[in-house]
């Protein structure tokens, strides 16, 4: 693999129902900030079936280059089609770094890729660099230079790793999403836009969509809630939630839950906070009734301001807490709603 060969920051601009999702923008942002440091420009990959309207508004969040491979069996995400269509733009294009949203879609379709075109992948980062690797000089070693630098919490958050890919291209990162900052939009900007289509035939191996179900729900995604009252196991009934309820009504939150709540059917997946449900990082992040499996917290550990509630002084969710109560929570929530109400009302 001839290293020189591979240029430019490539982001792959994840589209459902032709809408550019946040994610897209998010990493567009970062790919021109990367862009810079390397001297090159930031091309996004736009993937789908009548897509092609889409790259104004990828070029007015900063994409100098769009790269559009539209055809009807992509109409839908579909694992295969999509791994054929992102890595034969490698193939063609040769970029240096390629960086994907940790959506569903893009770690389904992340590693795929990586594996297709044979290199390094580092899942799920939340900070990016351009620097020297190995970071530490190794006396007697090649330090080589302008190397992504990619990291992520590891170990549910207990240590933080910071992965280079030094000898394959392109260097492919998938980063999770709320992380990065989107550049402020420009009106009317253009990007250069490329058609490209490696060809697609209808193939056995292809996955048959046979529905596709719409989550429909009155919920506030978690995601983007700034206080979340969470709830686990501890709270004791689906019925007992109702103190969370009036807590999160009383300081404007949204109320969320641990898997051991979900699993007991108490509350719908899509409040999950942890690994395998949604990572938050609001403002305030009320844990109560929580134990802080460490599943749990490599969904919440990047809140600004975690209040941790619980029986056991013990729990590992105090190790996290910035501020902590050891108490019923049957006692405590009613109180501490009550005292917010009436500082609101003071106000
Ligand atoms: C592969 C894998 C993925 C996982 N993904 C997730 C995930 O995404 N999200 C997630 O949350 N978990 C996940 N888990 C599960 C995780 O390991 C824990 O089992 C789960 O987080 C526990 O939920 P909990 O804290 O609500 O319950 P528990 O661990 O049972 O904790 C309940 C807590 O409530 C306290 N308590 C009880 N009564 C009271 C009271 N009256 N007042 C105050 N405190 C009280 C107890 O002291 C205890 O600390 C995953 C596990 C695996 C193996």
């Known amino acids: 693999m001839n290293l020189e060969e591979y240029k430019g920051v490539f982001v792959f ?17 970062e ?64 970029p240096e770094i390629l960086l994907v949203g940790a959506t569903a879609i893009g770690r389904d379709l992340g590693p795929r890729v990586s594996a297709r075109v044979h290199t ?16 530490n000089p190794i006396p007697g070693k090649e330090q080589k230079h302008n190397q992504l630098l990619m990291t992520r919490p590891a170990f549910g958050g ?39 289509n490696p060809g697609f035939t209808p193939d056995s191996k292809y996955v048959e969509i046979v529905e596709i179900v719409k989550n429909i729900t009155d919920t506030v995604d978690i995601m983007d809630a700034k206080i979340l009252v969470s709830g686990g196991r501890g709270v004791g009934s689906p019925e007992n939630f109702k103190l969370l309820d009036d807590l ?16 007991a059917g108490w509350k719908s997946k899509d409040l999950q906070v942890g690994q395998t449900g949604k990572t938050v990082r609001p403002s305030v992040y009320f844990a109560i009734g929580i134990s802080g499996a460490i599943q749990h917290l490599a969904g919440m550990e990047e809140s600004d301001i975690i209040v941790a509630i619980n029986k056991d002084e013990t729990a590992p969710i105090f190790d996290v807490a910035d501020y902590g109560v050891v108490g019923d929570l049957n006692k405590i929530v009613p109180m501490l709603t009550e005292q917010i109400k009436a500082a609101v009302a003071n106000k």
Request: glycine share 8%; hydrophobic share 40%.
């Open 158 to 196: 207990n240590t933080i790793a910071t992965i280079a890919c030094p000898d394959f291209r392109p260097q492919m990162a998938t980063v999770r999403p709320g992380v990065m900052q989107k550049l402020e939009k420009k009106e009317g900007a253009k990007a250069v836009v490329e058609e490209f």
């Open 13 to 29: 601009a994840q589209q459902v129902d032709n809408k550019v999702s946040g994610i897209a923008l998010e990493l567009i942002g």
């Open 120 to 135: 390094g992948l580092t899942a799920d980062c939340t900070s990016l660099e351009i620097g020297d690797f190995p970071i």
């Open 248 to 263: 999160a009504e009383a300081i404007g939150g949204t109320v969320s839950c641990s898997r051991a709540v979900v699993d």
């Open 31 to 94: 790919g021109k900030r990367l862009a810079e440091k390397l001297s090159t420009e930031v091309t996004a990959v736009l993937v789908g079936s009548g897509v092609k309207d889409l790259a104004d508004e990828l070029a007015a969040y900063g994409a100098d280059k769009v790269i559009v491979v539209d055809d009807p069996e992509l109409k839908e995400y579909r694992t295969e089609p999509y791994a054929h269509a992102l890595a034969s733009v490698i193939d063609k294009y040769k």
